[in-house]
């Protein structure tokens, strides 16, 4: 009963949207121009796999998120150590990130287009902002609130400065930035959407920004469908991997 | 014999103006377990946070083996009342951590048998890969002594090791601990709430007075070692606990007044 359970009633929502996304352009609330049927939307996905377009565009933006996502998650790793750890840094640095960190990440795009061109570098550097943000905080807050038993019981078993930081703060905090990444990495899909807006010719966002142009819905909604798909399968990637680390 | 630890006048005032300690003096013998029993909220575990050197006191001077004590570090071990375990550490690699955590020169294979011998000892050799979140709370404090004892300490300080356990495995654990100190009489200090476990584990027993913590008296347990089960219900037992009784009974009145 309940494993038919825990696969029939996602599968029964999953069905009912199906049903009022057709109803709701069968009735004529909107024009097959603007919304297309389901069906449709199931043509324009078999072609799109069919001709390899879709492994051009997936790479593109897969290949900018990985280098961005891993600049941003190493610089975020790092000052967020820095920042939690040690005093004097986080009150040199700490408040220029706060500052900067209320800055909405689309805001950084035309700054980026001027200093880096047109290409793949804006959007990676889209991406690190993005990424970097998260993975900072997160960082920070593990390294500084280790359980004070713990460091405790660290000192009172001998531990040297040094070792107490790689040995037992930092481990105590990889939770903390786990869920810092796997924040980053949800943000690093939405900086790539809104990158590939301007200034390239392939990816998953530019192939529903330029569908959008030549008022191909079916093909816009072939393209979130996947970019949705992506950012699932990568969270549960790390999901998985983050449980494989953190035993115990 | 020389005393292990001295505390001459120890007062400590804490940062709001409390006096949680005031000249208190306090010696442990060598090889002893000596109990430090008071009511809740007179300062026991100030006194064993001061030792361990978590804490400094505010006036007076606290020694090991005549060595001013500083910092904190491996020939005081504590065993907290939270069992204190490393989550994402195995038992075995929780009572090795102290030789990761030093960086230190035992000789790795000496330090490997020292292990296995304590696991052995503390009866957790079915538990070695387990982690701390897999443990019942008996067998986290077992860990947590062998993780203590591995590293030779001149004392083990105590912090109501056995107070969040249920009556049963109380038991078992003093048992277990008073079987361990039989084979390796480290110097013990055991800090307690509890007459029937002060009573029944001590050489001697410090009662302290309520806040601010003072030593009010001092009393040697006459019973023999090793303990058994049965002198809980000796004479002897009883005469000792109803003198502590009437003790932390004044305190207690002193408080609620």
Redesign the interface.
């Given at each position: 009963m309940n494993r038919i359970s825990t696969l029939l009633y996602p599968l029964a929502s999953f069905c009912g949207l199906i049903l009022v996304w057709y109803l709701v352009v069968k009735v004529g609330i909107f024009q097959e121009l603007v919304m297309p049927t389901p069906w449709t939307v199931a043509k324009a996905f078999y072609r799109f796999f069919a001709d390899g377009e879709f492994f051009t565009h997936l790479w593109a933006s897969f290949a900018r998120i990985l280098i961005g996502f891993l600049v941003g998650a190493t610089f975020g790793i790092t000052f967020g150590i820095l920042v939690g750890h040690f005093r004097f840094v986080e009150r040199l640095i700490d408040p220029l990130i706060q500052a900067l960190r209320p800055i909405p990440i689309a805001a950084w795009l035309p700054l980026a287009i001027v200093w880096f061109g047109i290409g793949d570098k804006p959007g990676i550097f889209l991406i690190v902002i993005g990424v970097f943000f998260p993975v900072f905080i997160n960082t920070v807050h593990g390294v500084k609130y280790t359980p004070p038993?713990?460091l405790?019981?660290?000192?009172?078993?001998?531990?040297?400065p040094r070792?107490?930081l790689i040995?037992?703060i930092l481990?105590?905090a990889?939770p903390n930035i786990f869920t810092g990444i796997r924040i980053g990495l949800g943000l690093a899909w939405v900086c790539v959407v809104i990158s590939e807006l301007l200034g390239v010719t392939a990816g998953l966002g530019f192939l529903i920004w330029d569908a959008q142009v030549y008022l191909q819905t079916d093909k816009v909604i072939v393209g979130m469908i996947v970019i949705g798909a992506m950012g699932t399968i990568t969270d549960r990637l790390l999901l998985f991997l983050s449980k494989r680390m953190?035993?115990? | 014999m020389e005393n292990k630890i001295v505390l001459q006048a120890v007062s400590k005032i804490f940062n709001g103006g409390t006096t949680a300690l005031e000249k208190l003096n306090l010696e442990i013998k060598p090889n002893e377990i000596l109990c430090l029993l008071g009511p809740s909220g007179c300062g026991k575990s100030t006194v064993l946070n001061l030792i361990?050197?978590?804490d400094f006191p505010s006036y007076g001077v606290i020694s090991l083996d005549g060595k001013v004590i500083t910092?904190?570090?491996?020939d005081?071990?504590?065993i907290?009342q939270?069992h204190?375990?490393?989550?994402?550490?195995?038992v075995t690699q929780n009572i090795a951590?102290?030789k990761?955590?030093?960086?230190?020169e035992e000789d790795e294979r000496r330090y490997h048998e020292s292990v296995k011998k304590y696991i052995d000892l503390m009866g957790l050799r079915d538990f070695q890969n387990h982690?701390?979140?897999?443990l019942s709370g008996g067998m986290k404090q077992r860990v947590a002594i062998a993780?203590?004892l591995v590293?030779e300490p001149e004392v083990m300080l105590m912090d109501e090791p056995f107070a969040a356990l249920d009556a049963q495995t109380r038991l078992s654990m003093q048992l277990l601990l008073l079987s361990v100190w039989e084979r390796l009489r480290t110097t013990i200090l055991f800090i307690t709430h509890d007459i029937d476990e002060a009573v029944f584990l001590g050489d001697r027993i410090y009662v302290m007075t309520a806040r601010p913590g003072k030593i009010k008296a001092l009393l040697p347990v006459p019973l023999e070692r090793p303990r058994q089960y049965e002198m809980m219900i000796s004479p002897s037992f009883n005469e000792t606990k109803a003198k502590i009784f009437e003790m932390i009974k004044e305190e207690t009145l002193i408080l609620s007044s």
């Open positions: 038993i713990l405790r019981a660290a000192h009172m078993l001998g531990a040297t070792r107490l040995y037992v481990p105590g990889l953190l035993k115990g | 361990a050197g978590f910092r904190p570090g491996p005081r071990g504590v907290f939270e204190a375990l490393f989550p994402w550490l195995t951590f102290g990761k955590l030093r960086g230190g982690y701390p979140s897999q993780r203590v590293n």
